[in-house]
C-alpha cells in the first residue's frame, strides 16, 4: 500500500516536474518572440522615417522640376532646398528643413522672410543636409534619430544651363530643379 501511495506520489512529482518545464518553455519563447518583434518593429519604423522622406524630397523636386526652380539656401541657421515656383504670376518658394528634430516644409511668397517657427514637421529626423556636388548634382542626407543615415543623389531633368563643375558651395542660389540618379543607404 505504501509503495502504491509512492508511486502516486512520483507520478504526481512527475507530472507537476514536466508541466513546470512546458511553461518555463513557454514563456521563454514568449519572450524571445516579444524581443523579436520589438527589434522588428523599431527597424521597420527607421526604414519608414528614411524611405518617406527621402522619397518626399523626391517628390517635391520633381513636381517643382523647372529650370531655376531648386536652389539650397538657409531658414534660420538650417540648410534647406528652396523650390521655387510661380502661382497666377506671384513667385512662391518651398522650403525643405530640420527644424526642433523635425523634416519641416514651408511654404511662402519668395519676397517673404522664411521663419523656421512657422514650418509645417513632417517626420522625426536628426538630420538634413544638402550639398551641391560637381555641376548640377545634389546630395539630400537624412540622418534619424537612431543614427541611420541614408542619402539620394539627385540631377535636374530640366537643365539647360551649363554649370562651373568647380562650384560646389552648398548656400549657392539659381541651381535647378531635380529628380533621381541614385541611392545610397549607410548602416
Sequence with gaps: MKTQRFHHVIDFLFAAALFGVFLVSSVMVIAVGAGAYRNITEKSQEDY???TSLSYVNE???QADSNGALSV?????????MLTQDYDGESYTTYIYESNGSLCEL???SDAPADPDYGTPLLTLSDF???RLAGALYRV?????????????LHPFSTNAEFDSAETDSRSAGSESSGVSESEVEP
Design 141 to 153: 542626407s537624412i540622418t534619424t534619430e537612431d543614427g541611420m543615415t541614408s542619402s539620394l543623389l
Design 60 to 62: 517635391k523636386l520633381r
Design 73 to 81: 539656401g538657409t531658414v534660420g541657421d538650417n540648410t534647406a532646398l
Design 107 to 109: 511654404f511662402t511668397k
Design 129 to 131: 543636409g544638402i550639398e
Design 49 to 51: 522615417t528614411l524611405r
